[in-house]
């Protein structure tokens, strides 16, 4: 963020800061910063906050892997056979169409309210968009490359490992990135509607008990991990571009 | 900032499609928003057990102003309860509203500038059950359960306080947040251990699919939860003469939910709220609807309510201190208790929890 | 050839149905033959019966009307709000390095996480909910217009400079139909998301009538039958909500090289 980017926010922070000094700005609509600061370290001194977010990001870890992986399996089985794609697609688009949240209320008559509930609710979100893009990578994977793989006389599994995955893996990629922030979002809807420990519990929480000033930071610290995410998928990315440029070269 | 005046935006946009759909009328009526911090059995729009459900279900403000052509009431219910009832009136949404302790005071602590103006549900009793075959016989065995209340609502406070005489604290159970139709739905499931809560788990327990363990009932009194009617500062001080109108209807309400022989009828007019009668009867058993419908603001709550405030601190659920200075405001209540001739209708009762003589 | 598309259309329907079917026949036997709690998995004419029920003795096409209603006003306020932000902070270089920076960094904030704030600021009414409905919808938006904004050619934009376009002009007849793709692109995701909200705005703010309220009530009953059809109501409106996007993108966009 350059210098005038951070203009803004500076000046927005200066106007809160007065607005709320002088009175124009309730308590009960939006608290001073003061407070959201003291919560904020208050609640970093006590471990409060590293032990929500510690909770969620595991969540999210363990929910991401599983929907990642059954996603990607998905998609590469309906990228590589039309039988599957046939069989399957029309079942996955349905599936599809249902908002994550609206699952939340049935799983939680089938599976309860425990971890179990948040791991497929995130694994869900993650899951989606996974399919949708390594399926879409594997088909656009140039048939001439394929045909190129034929002439060498690949195997099958050769010509999946060595042409068709990594030239899906800028689709799969995205894959990943959207799952991610679908996963995220899942996450907060989950703890928002059951759960009594994560980053969307401390939102209940702080509306509940009406501190706004702990709604923010939680709200902040939702952000941060928002960004922090996004941040190292885009590190990543341009590790594998340059990865596959290398190889190519090679 | 950009989120705001985005929200101003579609604030303005609703209302000037509002004001287009309505059409423009010359004299905008007055609307008394009333809000209910509680709402029915599969949310229908009553309640029961307080003086306030009573004057909802007999309609004793829409008759107090059905004169008044200029003059609408409109109640809400909050599902939410006491902490949704403390977003509305932070957004002026609302002008008066049935809330209990715990949350009215945590809207005094930030902030919000509301008057405690009569007692309704007052002394209101607070139930323990427990999913069958949780294994649960008394109030200790909770420690390390998944216990469920709704946060911020005045059966948190009491819960908490009914935890701490039986040496547990918080921290030493898994708190569930749950609202009330939620409770239901978790406890039948299994899914918690227990619950606290009110007619809801008698309920419960009638239909066999859980055991109500524990009550306050009878127990020390200072277990008790309160709640009463608060209004908003503004609309008072904006319009003293329809506060009292308004305060006359509920004492009026609390009157009669307080006659003895009314009984049977009160109780009929709460099953509005879709919570069945012999629960009702329950609830109330052993006790004199005088006792619990009372709309007096005596020594003993407002001692209570003192005392709520510090154990709310104490217990990390209220940052600041509260001070309450000021906050009851008795007024509308003697000159209603006055001019409908009630003055010694209800018994008094000291901070000592005794009756006092006057 | 002909035979041999329709046959091998034939074969895709076949096999398109086959699970399914699988797994209605599976459903419904077990929900028969008690192999499944029926709480957990009620019998397809008890959805059915529930179905019915809602349509005719309850006022589900109401429910329903009241989410739409919702769900379309948010996304109105919140795409044409978008549009208009985005071509701020893409035209004025001022307010692109004044106000870019903090919306990137407010986007990353999960949307249901601005939930609490909202209830807050606009209270238990129609309008925190329309408002956040708009939310969701805006922020696709002004990303991708911004970036289809972003992306004119720029000799596209020195032929306007030629021309002596005014900023108007500039606005309605170069950078609206160059970035049309992209704010086609934008809506899509503005419907999809504007849907995901209306049902959050149900579930997490003050009850109402609306289907994500009927889902609610239906796991506080524990009506398994009810949430099901909650659920199946979800996702066939999502459905034409997609098809509408699509079918309003290729319409949007076949217009495009007559405006350009």
């Keep these: ?250 | 900032m950009k989120l705001i005046s985005l929200g101003r935006f579609a604030a303005g946009a609703a209302l000037a499609l509002g004001l287009l759909a309505t059409g423009a009328r010359a004299e905008e009526p007055l609307v008394i928003h009333v809000g209910y911090a509680a709402i029915g059995v599969d949310n229908r729009p009553y309640a029961e057990g307080t003086s306030a459900a009573t004057a909802r279900a007999g309609e004793y403000l829409e008759k107090e102003f059905a004169n008044d052509a200029n003059i609408k009431v409109e109640w809400t219910f909050f599902k939410g309860a006491g902490p949704a009832v403390n977003e509305a009136f932070a957004n002026d949404q609302l002008d008066f509203a049935y809330q209990g302790d715990l949350p009215s005071l945590i809207g005094r602590a930030s902030g919000l500038k509301t008057k405690y103006l009569l007692a309704s549900g007052a002394r209101k009793p607070l139930y323990l059950a427990v999913a069958k075959d949780s294994g649960i016989a008394k109030i200790e065995d909770l420690k390390g359960r998944k216990v469920a209340f709704q946060r911020g609502t005045n059966g948190h406070l009491a819960a908490i306080k009914v935890l701490e005489a039986h040496g547990l604290k918080e921290r030493d159970v898994q708190v569930i947040n749950l609202d009330s139709a939620g409770t239901v739905a978790a406890l039948t499931s299994k899914d918690i251990d227990a619950a606290f809560g009110d007619t809801q788990l008698i309920n419960l327990a009638a239909k066999g699919a859980a055991d109500v363990i524990y009550t306050t009932k009878g127990d020390d009194p200072r277990f008790g939860r309160n709640a009463g009617i608060v209004g908003r500062e503004a609309f008072i001080e904006a319009h003293p003469e329809i506060t009292q109108r308004v305060v006359d209807a509920f004492v009026k309400a609390a009157e009669w939910s307080s006659d003895e022989p009314n009984r049977a009828a009160l109780f009929e007019l709460w099953h509005k709220s879709g919570t069945p009668i012999p629960i009702i009867e329950e609830y109330f058993s052993n006790d004199k609807l005088a006792y619990r419908n009372s709309p007096l603001i005596d020594e003993l709550l407002v001692s209570q309510y003192k005392e709520q405030a510090e154990k709310s601190k104490e217990y990390g659920l209220i940052r600041r201190s509260v001070d309450l200075e000021g906050w009851f405001e008795p007024k509308y209540l003697n000159y209603a208790l006055q001019r409908l001739n009630l003055k010694s209708f209800w018994q008094p009762y000291g901070a000592d929890g005794k009756p006092v003589n006057s | 050839m002909t035979a041999t598309t329709a046959s091998a259309r034939l074969v895709r329907f076949r096999r398109g149905v086959t699970l399914p079917i699988v797994l209605l026949i599976a459903w419904e036997i077990s929900s028969r033959t008690g192999l499944v709690d029926p709480r957990f998995l009620p019998s397809l004419d008890e959805v059915a019966l529930t179905a019915k029920r809602e349509l005719f003795d309850n006022d589900l096409i109401g429910e329903l009307g009241y989410s739409l209603m919702r769900n379309i006003a948010g996304f109105l306020i919140g795409s044409v709000a978008g549009v208009a932000f985005a071509t701020l902070l893409a035209l004025s270089r001022i307010a692109d390095r004044l106000i870019t920076p903090t919306f990137n960094g407010l986007k990353q904030i999960s949307l249901l996480a601005w939930i609490p704030l909202i209830s807050v600021w606009f209270g238990f009414g129609e309008q925190a909910k329309v408002v956040f409905v708009a939310l969701a919808a805006f922020i696709p938006i002004v990303l991708n217009t911004y970036e289809g904004m972003r992306n004119v050619p720029a000799d596209l934009i020195e032929v306007g400079g030629a021309l002596r376009f005014s900023w108007r002009q500039r606005i309605l007849r170069i950078f609206l139909p160059s970035a049309l793709p992209s704010i086609a692109t934008g809506v899509h995701l503005g419907l999809i998301y504007s849907w995901l909200a209306t049902v959050g705005a149900e579930y997490f703010l003050a009850v109402g009538p609306g289907v994500g309220g009927l889902i609610i009530a239906g796991r506080e009953r524990f009506d398994m039958a009810l949430v099901m059809l909650g659920v199946m109501i979800l996702g066939l409106v999502g459905f034409f909500l997609n098809r509408l996007a699509y079918a309003l993108e290729s319409h949007l966009l076949r217009w495009r090289p007559q405006l350009g």
């Design chain 1, 1 to 250: 963020m350059g210098l005038t980017g951070a203009l803004l926010p500076g000046a927005l922070l200066v106007l809160w800061w007065i607005a709320s000094d002088k009175g124009f700005l309730a308590e009960q609509i939006l608290p001073p910063p003061a407070y959201v600061y003291e919560t904020a370290r208050d609640m970093i001194a006590s471990g409060e906050l590293f032990h929500h977010a510690g909770v969620s990001l595991r969540r999210v870890v363990v929910g991401f892997a599983f929907g990642a992986a059954a996603g990607l399996s998905l998609g590469v089985a309906m990228g590589l056979s039309r039988r599957a794609e046939d069989y399957l697609k029309p079942l996955f688009l349905a599936f599809a169409q249902i908002p994550t949240l609206g699952w939340i209320p049935l799983l939680m008559l089938l599976v309860g309210i425990d971890e179990a509930l948040k791991f497929i609710v995130i694994a869900k979100g993650a899951f989606v968009p996974m399919v949708v893009n390594t399926f879409a990578g594997i088909r656009g994977v140039s048939p001439k490359l394929i045909e190129v793989g034929r002439a060498l006389k690949f195997s099958d599994w050769q010509t999946l490992r060595l042409i068709v995955l990594p030239g899906a893996v800028p689709s799969i990629f995205t894959g990943i990135r959207y799952g991610l922030t679908h996963s995220w979002t899942s996450l907060v809807g989950v703890e928002l509607l059951a759960s009594s420990e994560g980053l969307g519990y401390l939102l209940v929480w702080g509306r509940q008990m009406f501190w706004l000033d702990m709604v923010i930071v939680a709200i902040i610290v939702i952000g941060l991990v928002g960004f922090a995410m996004d941040k190292s998928l885009d590190r990543t990315e341009v590790l594998i571009q340059r990865w596959k440029r290398e190889e190519l070269a090679a």
